[in-house]
């Protein structure tokens, strides 16, 4: 299915830029919390481990909808969401990305 996306959505008529796919291997990172990580109720983290998150970045909204209203993109992505018990997405503005500068 990603390699449906990037092949067929992949131009500025279709908006796509890019995707990252991302697995929760549950574990919390001792330096990266805010909170003491061994205080912390591990509830959804262990509940969540094996969990994949699929992440698209796209030039408009309206692309990423048209991509999914797509015969090409449904057939791929209605066999994906036989294995999956949640599958919603969930929207996000980015504030902020950025490299190191050289």
Not at 24 to 36: H, P, T, W, Y
Request: net charge negative; with cysteine; aromatic share 12%.
């Amino acid at each position: 299915m990603c390699n449906i996306v990037k092949n067929n959505y992949g131009d500025d008529n279709g908006g796509f830029i890019g995707g990252q796919v991302f697995k929760n291997d549950g574990f919390i990172s001792a330096e990266g919390s805010v909170q003491d990580p061994n205080k912390a109720d591990n509830k959804r983290v262990d509940q969540n481990t094996g969990d994949l998150v699929i992440v698209t970045y796209w030039q408009s909204f309206e692309q990423h909808e048209a991509s999914h209203a797509d015969q090409l993109f449904n057939d791929k992505f209605s066999q994906l969401a036989k294995y999956c018990d949640n599958t919603y997405e969930v929207g996000y503005s980015m504030l902020w990305q950025g490299t190191p500068e050289h």
